[in-house]
């Protein structure tokens, strides 16, 4: 029999814990909101593929048991095909992995029987998505889905290095000492960037985000004015900075206060996109390495609905229940 809920649980997340304590989850998840199925990932692309059918299926609710990444595939297979004529399930998302860094934009609890809670009251939230093109190895352009952030220069250098160390040290201090690595091995990207259009930079540039949520690498404030329901990107520009001072200013990343330093600043806007004027660069969504520069990436307004806590709907001012 068809259950209304089915779970997305990917067992490799979290170091491996998720899987681990996969019958644990599962009695927690149905001791609160009754059976359920599980579809579990056993290779990547299964979850867009779990997704796609859940919508094809006609769920009503589709729960994440994984991270940020597993939250990129899934939003990929529930947007990916426009054929599909049922309604999106509504996301559920479970604190199982490691980053937890778009969870941090709704405010959503780290505890599981809490978020759990915020699932079964049945509030729920329209929140953006974004569509990114970027160069494939093949030299093809590719169309890929984001929901947290598109992003090169230092995030994709730092993501290439961290995930040999969250496994050992924890995410959070993973990130941390993947980002100081990747500060002391930096060369500036050579770039122009546009937004809605407009030219707004060209020369040489650290990083270069555009935004959707607050958050990334475990906890970095990169963007701090992003919303997840406005229908636009928040871009930040970090142009190109000595080792030195990358270093010194690495802890305003994580308060978020980095915005003060000359060499930054934000943007609004619908349409970003980075076109490289020197060596390639690496793309990266949702702390996925998916190709190379240019990227164009564009906002997708409303495009999902997520499970929140009842208070962040009275402070956005909007949501269903």
Same mark, same amino acid.
């Given at each position: 029999? %068809?259950?209304?809920?089915?779970?997305?649980? @990917?067992?490799?997340?979290?170091?491996?814990?998720?899987?681990?304590?996969?019958?644990?989850?599962?009695?927690?998840?149905?001791? %609160?909101?009754?059976?359920?199925? #599980?579809?579990?990932?056993? &290779?990547?692309?299964?979850?867009a593929r779990i997704a796609a059918e859940a919508r094809r299926l006609g769920r009503a609710r589709l729960l994440v048991a994984g991270g940020d990444g597993t939250l990129n595939e899934v939003?990929?297979?529930?947007?990916?095909?426009?054929s599909i004529a049922a309604p999106s399930p509504r996301l559920g998302l479970l604190p199982l992995g490691s980053g937890w860094d778009f969870a941090r934009s709704l405010d959503l609890p +780290?505890?599981?029987?809490?978020?759990?809670?915020?699932?079964?009251?049945?509030?729920?939230?329209?929140?953006?998505?974004? +569509? &990114?093109?970027?160069?494939?190895?093949?030299?093809?352009?590719?169309?890929?889905?984001?929901? @947290?952030?598109?992003?090169?220069?230092?995030?994709?250098?730092?993501?290439?290095?961290?995930?040999?160390?969250? %496994?050992?040290?924890?995410?959070r201090a993973g990130f941390a000492l993947g980002a100081v690595a990747a500060i002391l091995g930096h060369r500036p990207l050579d770039a122009a960037v546009e937004a809605d259009g407009v +030219?707004?930079?060209?020369?040489?540039?650290?990083?270069?985000?555009?935004? @959707?949520?607050? #958050?990334?690498?475990?906890?970095?404030?990169? &963007?701090?004015?992003?919303?997840?329901?406005?229908?636009?990107?928040?871009?930040?520009?970090?142009?190109?900075?000595?080792?030195?001072?990358?270093?010194?200013?690495?802890?305003?990343?994580? &308060?978020?206060?980095?915005?003060?330093?000359?060499?930054?600043?934000?943007?609004?806007?619908?349409?970003?996109?980075?076109?490289?004027?020197?060596?390639?660069?690496?793309?990266?969504?949702?702390?996925?390495?998916?190709?190379?520069?240019?990227?164009?990436?564009?906002?997708?307004?409303?495009?999902?609905?997520?499970?929140?806590?009842?208070?962040?709907?009275?402070?956005?001012?909007?949501?269903?229940?």
């Amino acid at each position: 029999m %068809k259950r209304d809920t089915v779970v997305c649980l @990917n067992p490799a997340s979290a170091a491996g814990r998720t899987g681990r304590r996969r019958r644990a989850i599962l009695e927690a998840i149905e001791s %609160k909101l009754g059976p359920v199925d #599980c579809a579990v990932t056993r &290779a990547p692309g299964d979850a867009a593929r779990i997704a796609a059918e859940a919508r094809r299926l006609g769920r009503a609710r589709l729960l994440v048991a994984g991270g940020d990444g597993t939250l990129n595939e899934v939003a990929s297979g529930l947007l990916a095909d426009d054929s599909i004529a049922a309604p999106s399930p509504r996301l559920g998302l479970l604190p199982l992995g490691s980053g937890w860094d778009f969870a941090r934009s709704l405010d959503l609890p +780290r505890r599981l029987d809490a978020s759990l809670d915020v699932i079964a009251d049945g509030v729920a939230r329209r929140i953006d998505a974004g +569509r &990114a093109v970027v160069r494939a190895p093949d030299g093809a352009t590719r169309g890929r889905y984001f929901v @947290n952030e598109a992003s090169a220069g230092l995030s994709g250098d730092t993501i290439r290095i961290v995930g040999r160390l969250a %496994k050992r040290v924890g995410a959070r201090a993973g990130f941390a000492l993947g980002a100081v690595a990747a500060i002391l091995g930096h060369r500036p990207l050579d770039a122009a960037v546009e937004a809605d259009g407009v +030219r707004l930079y060209e020369g040489p540039l650290s990083l270069v985000v555009a935004a @959707n949520g607050r #958050c990334f690498g475990a906890g970095m404030r990169v &963007a701090p004015q992003a919303r997840v329901d406005d229908g636009r990107l928040e871009l930040v520009l970090v142009r190109g900075l000595s080792v030195p001072s990358l270093l010194a200013n690495l802890p305003s990343l994580f &308060a978020g206060t980095h915005g003060r330093h000359p060499a930054v600043s934000f943007h609004s806007a619908r349409t970003v996109s980075i076109e490289p004027k020197g060596r390639a660069m690496f793309a990266d969504l949702d702390g996925e390495s998916v190709g190379t520069l240019p990227l164009r990436a564009e906002v997708l307004p409303g495009a999902l609905e997520v499970f929140v806590p009842a208070a962040t709907i009275d402070a956005s001012g909007g949501g269903t229940s």
